[in-house]
């Protein structure tokens, strides 16, 4: 079983940068094992898939970040990372961090339903 904390959320201005960061600890199985992303949500919408990164190291991104974010994994370290660069106001939302054993597909199109651990959440709030 996985549980996972996330760190490294607050305040920035639009065009600045944040990191993101997701400690996994995982009772002595790797993280190697799962699908890992990030999603994020804003009161009152449906939560979103950002990027995702997969056993093999295959990443995945929402249109509306490709470019911009950069998900990344240490598999040794059981931690996953989000760069958030080139900040806008419409990424202010609730970034979680979630894994999947084995799903069907590691996409933001997967859908959080496929995810079965997440973590409590840290804001993002970007400021114009």
């Known amino acids: 079983q996985v549980q996972l904390v996330e760190s490294g959320g607050g305040s920035a201005q639009a065009g600045g940068s944040l990191r993101l960061s997701c400690a996994a600890s995982?009772?002595?199985?790797?993280?190697?094992?799962?699908?890992m992303g990030w999603f994020r949500q804003i009161p009152g919408k449906e939560r979103e898939g950002v990027a995702t990164t997969g056993r093999f190291g295959t990443t995945s991104y929402a249109d509306s970040v490709k470019g911009r974010f950069t998900i990344s994994r240490d598999n040794a370290k059981n931690t996953l990372t989000l760069q958030l660069n080139s900040l806008k106001p419409e990424d202010t939302a609730m970034y979680y961090c979630?894994?999947?054993?084995?799903?069907?597909?590691?996409?933001?199109?997967?859908?959080?339903?496929?995810?079965?651990?997440w973590g409590q959440g840290t804001q993002v709030t970007v400021s114009s």
């Open positions: 979630a894994a999947a054993l084995y799903p069907r597909s590691c996409a933001v199109t997967t859908g959080p339903t496929a995810f079965g651990t």
């Open positions: 995982t009772n002595r199985v790797s993280i190697g094992n799962y699908c």
